[in-house]
C-alpha cells in the first residue's frame, strides 16, 4: 500500500515535467520546419535572403519571436488600438507603411515603455534627442511618451536620417545605434550596406526584429497564427479636448473629476502626465467622447467651490534656491522676493518657509 502511495505521489509530482517535455519537444519539431519567404522588402527596399547569413539572422529572429507566445500575443492584440494612429501620420507624411513596426520594436505598443538608459514612450526617445525634435519634457509633461506628439517626431527624425543615409535599413540602424555609430562604422569598413556592416548585436539584430514582426503581422496563418475569432484591444472612441491652465497648478485628480474617469484612467488616456498636477500652460487632453461635453463646465465649477489661495507655503529643501522655486511654481523672481522680504542674494536654508504669490 506505502509503495503504492508512493508510486501514485511520485507520478504526480512528476507529471508536468513530462508534459512540459513532450510540449518543448513538439515546439521544437515545429520551429525546425519554419520556412522563410523567398522574397522580403523593408521599407520598399530588398532584402537579400539569397545570402546564406541574412537568411540566418532573420530565422534567429523569428524563432526568438514564435518562441515567446505571450509579447507577440500582446503586440497582435495592441496593434488594433495603436497602428491606426501610427499609420494615419504615415500616410500624411508619404512615407513607408513598415516604419509602424518600429515602434513594436522600440516598446512594445507601450507608451509608458522607459529604457534602462532613460529612453522614454512607444518610440523611445532620449532626452536630448526628443527635445531636439521638439518634444516638451517638464514639470507634469513629457510628451515623448504621448502618441501622437512621439510618432510624428519619430517620423520626422527617420525621415531625416534616410535623407542622410539614403537608405532605409541604415536609417532604422542609425535611429537604433545612433547616427554617428552608423557613419563611423560605414567609414572604418569601408562598408555602405547594412547587411554587410559589423555592428553591435542590438543593432545587428534590430532590424531582423522588425522584420520578424512584418512577417508574423502580415502572414499570420503561414506560422501557424490563427486569428479568427481573436479579441484584440480595439481603438478607444477618445477626442481631443484643449486644457489651459492659467493660474495655479491643476491637479489631476480635478481633472479626472471632471472627465467623469478615473485618476488611472485618465493617466491611461494620457500617459505623458507625469506628475500629480498640470502647471501653467496650454495642453491636449484625450478624453472619453462621453465625458468630454460636460467636461468645461464640471472644471469650472470645481473652480468656483476651490478659490484659489492668495499665497502657497513652499517648505524649502536641500538643494532649492530661489529661482527654482521661482520657476516651479511660475511666478517672477521679483514677486516672490518681494512676498518674503528678500534680495536676489539672499541665502535660504532646509526646512525655511516661503509665501509663494498662488498668481503673479
Known sequence: MR???????????LLPFLSTTALAEGEVSRLLKLTLPETLTLCGEEVPLNREDVRERLELEMLVVMGNPVQTTLWLKRMPRFFPIVEAYIEKEGLPTDLKYVSVVESNLRADALSSAGASGPWQFMRQTGRMMGLNQRRGEDQRRDWEMSTSAALEYLEMLHDEFSSWTLALAAYNAGRGTIMGAMKSQSESDYYGLKLSNETERYLFRIMAVKLLSEEPERYGIDLEGAICYEPRDIVPVELVVERRAMPLAAIADAAGVSYRYLTELNPWMTGSDLPKGSYKLMLPTSGS??????????EGANPEPE??????????????????????????LATNGLKKKSVIHPGQKLLVPSSD
Open 293 to 302: 461635453e460636460p467636461f468645461a463646465a464640471r472644471l469650472d465649477a470645481w
Open 311 to 336: 499665497f502657497i507655503t513652499h517648505k524649502v529643501k536641500k538643494g532649492d534656491n530661489l529661482y527654482k522655486i521661482a520657476k516651479k511654481y511660475a511666478v517672477n523672481l521679483s514677486s516672490l
Open 3 to 13: 509503495k503504492r502511495f508512493l508510486f501514485i505521489l511520485f507520478t504526480i509530482l
